[in-house]
T-cell receptor
């Protein structure tokens, strides 16, 4: 049982390049989330998926797209990376509101030059 | 909408000293409250949470937090800290009820425990 996994762990992009961050969970959780963490800003929600087949915008969705590929996987895509998207990205998952505990992946550290 | 204010961005303390990390929230509806901890170069882990019942909640490693509805606070305390408690601590809230579940995080408090 690996929990929440994220790939890659590190990535360096040039401005304008695109990439997809992958997230998978093996806990049969219904909801999945993408956050970005910046110094002094805490975690800010980018997008979330309350259940398979649904996605919704969070606090800072501009410049990102997501795909809930199936119940296990939730990917985050940067179509045209910008230096402002340099950040650490965390994926999280949640079983149901009964537990109310989000489980986080180890993060992806992205640098956009 | 909910918001969370962590009043201290950094808290340095000496080993075995007591510590309090402060958290205040704002919400027009009832909320659940959480403290998450992030050790260096890791993801976040749940430390403790308040959903209902007793307003004093405890973690397995000696931290406790008390929900104070009148003061809209959820401060985190530990009577005696260890070097291994050095980490960043995040307070978070979610609204009670509703069809989707989202956490709103504070900006974090970096706890540094010195020998």
């Amino acid at each position: 049982n690996a929990g929440v996994t994220q790939t890659p762990k590190f990535q360096v992009l040039k401005t304008g390049q695109s990439m997809t961050l992958q997230c998978a969970q093996d806990m049969n959780h219904n909801s999945m989330y993408w956050y970005r963490q910046d110094p002094g800003m805490g975690l800010r929600l980018i997008y979330y998926s309350a259940s398979e087949g649904t996605t919704d915008k969070g606090e800072v969705p501009n410049g990102y797209n997501v795909s809930r590929l199936n119940k296990r996987e939730f990917s985050l895509r940067l179509e045209s990376a910008a230096p402002s998207q340099t950040s650490v990205y965390f994926c999280a998952s949640l079983l149901t509101r009964v537990t109310d505990t989000q489980y986080f992946g180890p993060g992806t550290r992205l640098t956009v030059l | 909408a909910q918001s969370v204010t962590q009043l201290d961005s950094q808290v340095p303390v000496f080993e075995e000293a007591p510590v309090e990390l402060r958290c205040n929230y704002s919400s027009s509806v009832s909320v659940y409250l959480f403290w998450y901890v992030q050790y260096p170069n890791q993801g976040l882990q749940l430390l403790l949470k308040y959903l209902s019942g007793s307003t004093l909640v405890e973690s397995i490693n000696g931290f406790e937090a008390e929900f104070n509805k009148s003061q809209t606070s959820f401060h985190l305390r530990k009577p005696s800290v260890h070097i291994s408690d050095t980490a960043e601590y995040f307070c978070a809230v979610s609204r009670v009820g509703g069809s989707n579940y989202k956490l709103t995080f504070g900006k974090g408090t970096l706890l540094t425990v010195n020998p």
